[in-house]
């Protein structure tokens, strides 16, 4: 189980630097008055960096660690994978679609706005499309297998007083 674990913890640094750059990025459009009014689809981007760099990522790298081994635990892994990945396609999409229908651009906006498109590519691309498919595999692969199983639950050893 060691390769796992590493293409786990790989994976996740891939997403979380990927994340990071795209909340500065964002928050940059959206705070700094760069758009007059940034639409809804930077908005979401910012949405999927703060969803992924806060509860996802740590939720998904420590929840071997802190949930107990069972079925469900590793089911709910899966559906925060998957819906973590689905999230970034979509913003991803959206905001490539309300770029591309753009008539004037000028000015820091549009830089900034291209270099979010292009880090959503990237973020899409290698950290959603191949990290993340990767790990949701992996999740699935470890949910298929744990089903059917029941975790042991291990009591503490009667004492008896003298």
Request: glycine share 6%; proline share 4%; net charge positive.
């Amino acid at each position: 189980m060691g390769i796992v674990h590493t293409v786990h913890f790989v994976s996740r640094t891939l997403q979380l630097l990927f994340a990071i750059i795209l909340l500065g990025l964002c928050g940059y459009l959206v705070t700094d008055n760069v758009i007059y009014k940034p639409p809804s689809q930077v908005n979401f981007m910012l949405f999927n960096s703060i969803w992924t760099i806060f509860p996802a990522i740590p939720f998904l790298a420590y929840s071997h660690r802190l949930l107990p081994a069972r079925p469900s635990s590793k089911l709910i892994h899966l559906a925060v994978d998957a819906v973590t990945m689905l999230f970034w396609f979509a913003g991803f999409i959206a905001l490539a679609e309300w770029y591309n229908n753009i008539i004037i651009c000028v000015g820091k906006g549009c830089g900034v706005t291209l270099a979010v498109i292009v880090f959503g590519v990237l973020e899409c691309v290698v950290g959603y499309r191949i990290l993340f498919s990767l790990t949701t595999t992996l999740s699935a692969l470890d949910a298929w297998q744990a089903r059917g199983k029941r975790s042991a639950v291990t009591t503490a050893p009667e004492t008896t007083t003298v």
